[in-house]
């Protein structure tokens, strides 16, 4: 079992991703601990905030208060809700926070049964919980509790899951063409996308751009794809190379045929309007491109958003990584169009979109003036999301398959977290 633990400042948009999972009919509250409760048993996210509402006030000054951690079995072990809720409880007591308000959500959108944790870290005088070696006890409590609960232990698939990252390319890094490979062969098993456009919006994120081509053959004309390296701003680092040499999934026939099957498979699909609801959300919550994008990034969802020489948004494009598909804006609903974005954040015309009902006004224990500037959820950091300042992604670091993570991959994070506040300390 993989824990990933997220820490921000946005308590509310974590209640609010996974209660739309419920509004959608695409998970259920399994356990609620110290929450106040509700006459119908049913709750709404400013319901479910009241309780927390106490922890916030008394903060004294943790900025990333609010806790957002999933834990995720392996695909093949079957786990009843009951079993979920003892593993949530007992991962909390262990963790130190069985004593806190926290709300466990089981996620069914996907065939991965796996289950989120929102709480917060400060207790009730206002005082941090201590995080001191977190990721090390978080990775003990998940094997003790695969042994209590006869689950298949991550640490036995480790050596196997080295062969299923890949990564960005780095053109410096040299043998650029085997780095692409690595990419561009496996995306169609993990992702569904409808469009060359919306698959070269996931490809950006991997530093990659594909372009197609036409030429005479025989006297025939023929079309095939280019596949070209990009640096970290987006722009074209080396030569291209055509898809032909990475195998018939990267090349067009292979990709079109992907696209008619994405189309079929997400017609009505429930995730469709599970990301809609997210990404209204944070339209309506924020006013800034850079705000939109960070909410969302708490989510697991990129946003790519692709401007013309004078800077107007011609296309935006929204990736969740939660169920790994990929819309167009237009696509995802009409209002959410490329139009609408560049109205708003280039000439401050805020659209008139429907709330989704799951939006309700926040506590008015803070001013959103107070609150610190939020950063990508830790939740998600297995994408390693980091963000240049005009909103691109600058790395993607490990993409794994069903799992979605992995021990080695949480010491790695820990590996990396050290070398960064080295790093700070060097330069103070």
């Not at 709404?44 to 905030?49: D, G, M, P, R």
Request: proline fraction near 4%.
């Amino acid at each position: 079992m993989i824990a990933k633990i997220g820490r921000s400042g946005n308590l509310y948009g974590a209640l609010a991703y996974n209660q739309l999972k419920v509004e959608n009919e695409n998970g259920k509250i399994l356990f609620a601990n110290k929450i106040i409760e509700t006459p119908t048993g049913a709750y709404t996210v400013a319901q479910l905030a009241q309780s927390f509402a106490p922890y916030l006030i008394a903060n004294r000054n943790t900025e990333k208060h609010t806790l957002h951690i999933s834990l995720n079995p392996d695909p093949k072990d079957k786990v009843s809700d009951d079993r979920f809720r003892q593993m949530a409880e007992e991962y909390m007591r262990e963790m130190g926070y069985g004593e806190q308000p926290f709300v466990v959500f089981k996620h069914t959108d996907i065939d991965r049964s796996h289950i989120h944790i929102v709480s917060v870290c400060v207790d009730e005088q206002g005082k941090k919980i201590s995080d001191k070696f977190e990721k090390m006890r978080s990775m003990n409590v998940c094997r003790e509790l695969e042994r209590q609960h006869g689950l298949i232990p991550a640490t036995d698939k480790e050596h196997k899951q080295n062969d299923k990252i890949f990564r960005p390319v780095g053109y410096r890094a040299g043998d650029v063409k085997s780095q692409i490979a690595s990419v561009v062969r496996h995306l169609p098993n993990y992702y569904q996308y409808q469009t060359l456009g919306e698959y070269n919006a996931l490809l950006s994120l991997f530093n990659i751009t594909t372009e197609k081509v036409e030429g005479e053959l025989q006297g025939k004309m023929q079309q095939g794809l280019l596949y070209i390296p990009l640096n970290e701003k987006g722009e074209r680092a080396g030569h291209p190379f055509k898809a032909s040499l990475f195998g018939k999934s990267a090349g067009l026939p292979a990709l079109e045929l992907h696209f008619a099957k994405c189309k079929t498979a997400l017609k009505d699909s429930p995730t469709k309007q599970t990301l809609k609801s997210a990404v209204t959300i944070a339209l309506k919550t924020t006013s800034a491109e850079q705000a939109f994008k960070k909410q969302l990034a708490e989510q697991g969802i990129n946003v790519v958003v692709r401007r013309n020489d004078t800077g107007r948004i011609y296309g935006i494009t929204f990736i969740d990584h939660n169920s790994k598909t990929v819309w167009n804006g237009s696509r995802l609903e009409k209002e959410l169009s490329a139009n609408t974005f560049n109205d708003y954040w280039n000439n401050n015309i805020k659209p008139d979109i429907k709330e989704p009902a799951v939006l309700e006004p926040k506590l008015s224990t803070s001013n959103d003036a107070d609150l610190p500037a939020e950063e990508p959820h830790h939740l998600f950091d297995f994408l390693a999301i980091d963000k240049h300042e005009d909103g691109l992604i600058e790395a993607l670091g490990g993409l794994l398959s069903e799992t979605q993570g992995d021990d080695y991959e949480e010491q790695d994070f820990a590996n990396k977290m050290k070398k960064k506040r080295k790093r700070q300390r060097g330069q103070k």
